[in-house]
C-alpha cells in the first residue's frame, strides 16, 4: 500500500494565482480529510469528506478555498485567488470506516506552499 | 481554536533517557490520540486511549489520561535519536470525524 498521496510536494506561486492541491487516499478508506499547517496555528481542519460527501466545511477559511472529491480515490483543494497568507503545509489524510470518534488517520506527506 | 495544548513546547534529552511531554484539553472528550511528526513529513499515528481508560502501553510508548484534571500525558522510555520529532495529541468525540489537534512538543533525542 502507497498509502496516502499528495501532489504537488512543492508549490510556489505568485499573489493572485489559482493553486490546485491534489490527494489520493488510501483504498478502501471513505473519509478524507485536509488539513493546513503553520507555525502560527498549528493543525487546522479545513474540511473532511465521508463516501465523497462533503460533512463538515467549517474549517475553510474563506470563499477563496473550495474541495471536491469527484471519486473515492482523488480529492482536490483549490485556492482561487491565492494570497501570501495562505503559504502552509496542506495535509491530506484518510481513515476507514469505523466508529466515528475512535478512527486512526493515514495522513499524507503534505504540500508546501509557498505564495509570493 | 486549540483543543490540546503540549507542554512542553519543546524537549531535549539524552539518547537513553525518558521523555515525557503532557497534553491538557478543554472540553469533555472519549477518546485522546497522540500522532508523531518527523521534520518534512505527515503525521503518523501512535496510539489511542479511551476515555475509560487511565493508562495504555505500546512498545516504548506509555501514555496516561486523566479525564478529571482534563489532561494525558505520553512517555517515551529509553528514547533513541529516531524519536527525534513533534509529538501532537488529538481529542475527538463519538459521533464525529473532527479530531482537534495540539501544538505539539518538538522532543530532540541526543545521541
Known amino acids: 500500500d502507497a498509502g496516502v498521496i499528495q501532489s504537488p510536494r512543492h508549490e510556489v506561486t505568485e499573489m493572485g494565482q489559482e493553486v490546485t492541491l491534489r490527494c489520493k487516499p488510501i483504498s478502501g478508506h471513505d473519509y478524507l480529510f485536509w488539513y493546513r499547517q503553520t507555525m502560527m496555528r498549528g493543525l487546522e481542519l479545513l474540511i473532511y469528506f465521508n463516501n465523497n460527501v462533503p460533512i463538515d466545511d467549517s474549517g475553510m477559511p474563506e470563499d477563496r478555498f473550495s474541495a471536491k472529491m469527484p471519486n473515492a480515490s482523488f480529492s482536490t483543494l483549490k485556492i482561487q485567488p491565492s494570497e501570501p497568507r495562505d503559504s502552509a503545509v496542506y495535509f491530506c489524510?484518510?481513515?476507514?470506516?469505523?466508529?466515528?470518534?475512535?478512527?486512526?488517520?493515514?495522513f499524507g506527506p503534505g504540500t508546501r506552499l509557498t505564495v509570493l | 481554536s486549540q483543543q490540546g495544548e503540549e507542554d512542553p513546547q519543546a524537549l531535549s534529552i539524552q539518547e537513553g533517557e525518558n521523555a515525557t511531554m503532557n497534553c491538557s484539553y478543554k472540553t469533555s472528550i472519549n477518546n485522546l490520540q497522540w500522532y508523531r511528526q518527523n521534520s518534512g513529513r505527515g503525521l503518523v499515528h501512535l496510539i489511542l486511549?479511551?476515555?475509560?481508560?487511565r493508562e495504555k502501553h505500546s512498545g516504548r510508548l506509555r501514555v496516561t489520561l486523566d479525564t478529571s484534571k482534563k489532561s494525558s500525558s505520553l512517555l517515551i522510555t529509553a528514547s533513541r535519536a529516531a524519536d527525534t520529532a513533534s509529538y501532537f495529541c488529538?481529542?475527538?468525540?463519538?459521533?464525529?470525524?473532527?479530531?482537534?489537534f495540539g501544538t505539539g512538543t518538538r522532543l530532540k533525542v541526543l545521541a
Open positions: 488529538a481529542t475527538g468525540n463519538s459521533g464525529t470525524y473532527k479530531y482537534i
Open positions: 486511549i479511551r476515555s475509560n481508560e
Open positions: 489524510a484518510s481513515s476507514p470506516p469505523g466508529l466515528a470518534g475512535y478512527n486512526e488517520q493515514f
